[in-house]
């Protein structure tokens, strides 16, 4: 996306189905950061985080931090590079508001990897030890069933990656 304007990129797709890595290479474009969800949620209450409630929790907490300062650097000129889960209805609508408040572009980049891919995937990252956090294949699937796929109604510029995109 070789463009002069600052653009959000938002990340959706099944736990381990390759947004963080995706978000690094976004975020190799000039003038663009990269924040990490799973980074500063680990920081700040990785203590804190061992149920889904409990992420949401937190998430939340973090949301109200976050917003204001992607706006800024998006209103500076900075593209941003959201490493955070963009995979309800209700959660892109918290990242639409951001590309709003700042009047920037956007680009909701949908990961379309099979589940048993994404599983594959989760156990080779936690047996790896190097992400913040390990998920189990029991939370994985519960995780799953709170998935919905971006649909065109909703207004984003969706990029397509996995087997039906690029």
């Not at 929790?57 to 949301?63: H, K, S, T, V, W």
Request: charged share 20%; net charge negative; aromatic share 6%.
């Amino acid at each position: 996306m070789a463009q002069d304007a600052p653009v959000l990129h938002m990340l959706c797709g099944k736990a381990a189905s390759g947004k963080s890595t995706l978000a690094a290479v976004l975020a190799e474009a000039p003038a663009t950061v990269m924040i990490s969800e799973d980074a500063w949620l680990s920081a700040l209450y990785g203590h804190e985080m061992a149920t889904i409630p409990d992420y949401l929790r937190c998430a939340a907490r973090l949301e109200e931090i976050i917003a204001p300062h992607v706006v800024a650097l998006l209103s500076a000129g900075i593209s941003v590079v959201l490493d955070f889960q963009a995979n309800t209805p209700e959660r892109r609508g918290w990242l639409r508001a951001i590309a709003e408040a700042a009047d920037a572009a956007h680009a909701l980049h949908y990961l379309d990897v099979p589940e048993e891919t994404c599983l594959h995937r989760l156990r080779a990252r936690n047996q790896g030890g190097g992400h913040p956090f390990t998920l189990s294949q029991d939370q994985f699937r519960r995780l799953c069933r709170h998935f919905v796929a971006p649909a065109p109604g909703e207004g984003f510029h969706i990029v397509l990656h996995g087997p039906s995109g690029a």
